[in-house]
């Protein structure tokens, strides 16, 4: 298993500004996601962040506006860019452990982002 | 495309009540399933999984049995508490995750 913290856990933002969360797990870890949870919907993959390479980003995401770090296999960032009240959400990051498919994903506790 | 259908909520049921929440999907080939549950405030948790078809995955007295024929994955438990209130999400895996809209479950005593 892994366990998975995320700094904030909540934040209030005024529109314009920038949010950076962190995600820190108790292990390596080879693929790191992070997803948004908007107010009562399911979770919408961002991006895919891998050590060493650039973040692959879904469909709708751009760079500019979701900037993400993966500087080592255990920590990673995602930055909200010139927010706007449109992003407040719940931002989760996750991981997988062992071969992608047949293992369970493993859930941060989430970064609620309230922007005004 | 992969993509994964959930009831809709919420769904309130009296303690000890018999719970079913549905869950079908559509994939290519053969994906693993799974229930997630979060708790208020809180992150996802994987409540169950089963990996290929014919697999009943069960925790907590929560089951759900991989139907490949119906293309189903049903959560169901036989008496549910008040703890058990909380966002259940259906969910597969196929080159990434898929997760369904999420069924709230609110029990009362």
């Known amino acids: 298993s892994a366990v998975i913290s995320q700094k904030p856990s909540r934040d209030i933002c005024q529109r314009g500004t920038s949010l950076t969360i962190q995600c820190q797990v108790d292990?390596?870890?080879?693929?790191m996601f992070w997803y948004r949870q908007q107010p009562g919907q399911s979770l919408t993959l961002i991006a895919t962040?891998?050590?060493?390479?650039?973040?692959?980003?879904e469909s709708g995401f751009v760079i500019d506006k979701f900037p993400i770090s993966r500087p080592n296999l255990t920590f990673s960032t995602l930055t909200v860019s010139n927010m706007s009240p449109e992003d407040s959400s719940i931002y989760l990051c996750?991981?997988?452990?062992?071969?992608?498919?047949?293992?369970?994903?493993?859930f941060g506790p989430g970064t609620r982002l309230t922007v005004l | 495309g992969n993509s994964v259908t959930q009831m809709e909520g919420p769904v309130t049921l009296s303690e000890e009540a018999f719970l079913t929440i549905n869950c079908t999907y559509t994939?290519?080939?053969?994906?693993?399933l799974f229930w997630y549950v979060q708790y208020p405030g809180e992150g996802l948790q994987l409540l169950l999984k089963?990996?290929?078809?014919?697999d009943k995955g069960s925790n907590k007295g929560f089951e759900a049995t991989y139907r490949k024929e119906t293309t189903s994955f049903h959560l169901e438990k036989g008496s549910v508490q008040v703890s058990d209130s909380a966002v259940y999400f259906c969910?597969?895996?196929?080159?990434?995750?898929?997760f369904g809209t999420g069924t709230s479950l609110t029990v009362i005593p």
């Open positions: 962040a891998n050590q060493g390479s650039e973040a692959t980003y």
């Open positions: 969910a597969l895996s196929r080159n990434q995750f898929y």
């Open positions: 292990s390596q870890v080879t693929m």
């Open positions: 089963a990996t290929k078809a014919d």
């Open positions: 996750s991981v997988v452990s062992g071969s992608y498919s047949y293992n369970e994903q493993f």
């Open positions: 994939a290519t080939g053969y994906p693993s």
